[in-house]
């Protein structure tokens, strides 16, 4: 059974970071191309960024293009989203999502991942 679990997620003001994680299980996590996605009320889930099965690429929103940065640990099946200068419009349930792809390709469409973690809320408040 697979599981995605994000965590990190809180209140903080703009202008801070903050670094989320998002730990798998039940997948052989090194195949797998992860992708950070997130969502406001009402709204469909917006790409955020992706990073590759090897770490090699990462691919960002232009929205937050120098200001997140995502990373992995395969030998904690653990990915990173680390968020600075953060700011209110960047308020959003924050999901990673996992697709099995172990060649680099960047896939930014949330239809395209096959497994989603449950989100953790990120509020910045300005």
């Known amino acids: 059974q697979v599981r995605l679990v994000e965590s990190g997620g809180g209140l903080v003001q703009a202008g801070d970071s903050l670094r989320l994680s998002c730990t798998a299980s039940g997948l052989a996590f090194n195949k797998y191309t992860m992708g950070w996605f997130r969502q406001t009320t009402e709204k469909e889930r917006d790409f955020v960024g992706v990073i590759t099965w090897s770490g090699r690429i990462t691919y960002y929103a232009d929205s937050v293009k120098g200001r997140f940065t995502i990373s992995r640990d395969n030998a904690k099946n653990t990915v990173y989203l680390q968020m600075n200068s953060l700011k209110a419009e960047d308020t959003a349930v924050y999901y990673c999502?996992?697709?099995?792809?172990?060649?680099?390709?960047?896939?930014?469409?949330?239809?395209?991942?096959?497994?989603w973690g449950q989100g953790t809320q990120v509020t910045v408040s300005s």
């Open positions: 999502a996992a697709l099995y792809r172990d060649y680099d390709i960047t896939p930014k469409h949330a239809d395209e991942y096959a497994y």
